[in-house]
């Protein structure tokens, strides 16, 4: 069970759109619409963002959004702002009632 | 409010064993899985494994698997990580999250930094 790929550094400036790109197999990300996107900034817990590909959780910004296509899923912010600087990680379920997150993309907001 | 509440850091030795704790409260805790997330210093989350607070029945990634114990106790809504005998490489914080569906978690705990070394 390896970790789904992701870059591990993007950077934008402030009010342009960013994507982050999660790479797995058939058996996560490609097999199930259950990819999860999270972020995190330093010293604290994880956030939801994004689950089930697509969707975002209640008092997300419409700014985040979420897509998938094959074995890829594709996190886009919008309208970056100096908050979005953090860390993202994507995860994906992968059928046998497991998880698997990447390793992580640290955004740089310039 | 659904909260998660960690127990607090933990410093170990080698070889010793540990159990850390993760209390949920503001919702029917037998209703959601519980897993456990490692982050080990300056690097990402790893998925560890949960339980199903209801019954205790737990899954565990391979790469965890026979190293920790995940278990439950219902009566006092809390989930609980375990060792046996520590490394120093499971120097790391310990996250639990609450499943809120496959493979996605609404809801996290603080985390506990667990350090083992001699």
């Known amino acids: 069970q390896s970790a789904l790929t992701q870059p591990a550094s993007v950077s934008g400036s402030p009010g342009q759109s960013i994507t982050i790109s999660c790479t797995g197999t058939?058996?996560?990300?490609?097999?199930?619409?259950?990819v999860s996107w999270y972020q995190q900034h330093p010293g604290k817990a994880p956030k939801l963002m994004i689950f089930?590909?697509?969707n975002r959780p209640s008092g997300v910004s419409n700014r985040f959004s979420g897509s998938k296509s094959g074995n890829t899923a594709s996190l886009t912010i919008s309208g970056l702002q100096a908050e979005d600087e953090a860390d993202y990680y994507c995860?994906?379920?992968?059928?046998?009632?497991?998880?698997?997150f990447g390793g992580g993309t640290k955004l740089t907001v310039l | 409010e659904v909260q998660l509440v960690q127990s607090g850091a933990e410093v170990k030795k080698p070889g010793e064993s540990l159990r850390i704790s993760c209390k949920g409260s503001g919702y029917s805790f037998i209703s959601y899985w519980i897993s456990w997330v490692r982050q080990m210093p300056g690097k990402g989350l790893e998925w560890i494994g949960r339980v199903d607070p209801s019954d205790s029945y737990t899954n565990y990634s391979p790469s965890f698997q026979g190293h920790v114990t995940i278990s439950a106790d219902k009566s006092i809504s809390t989930a609980y990580l375990q060792w046996n005998s520590l490394k120093a490489s499971d120097t790391a914080i310990y996250f639990c999250?609450?499943?809120?569906?496959?493979?996605?978690?609404?809801?996290w705990g603080q985390g506990t930094l667990v350090t083992v070394s001699s």
């Open positions: 999250a609450r499943r809120q569906a496959a493979g996605t978690f609404q809801y």
């Open positions: 089930d590909v697509s």
């Open positions: 058939s058996s996560d990300v490609g097999g199930h619409d259950y």
């Open positions: 995860s994906s379920y992968t059928g046998t009632s497991t998880v698997v």
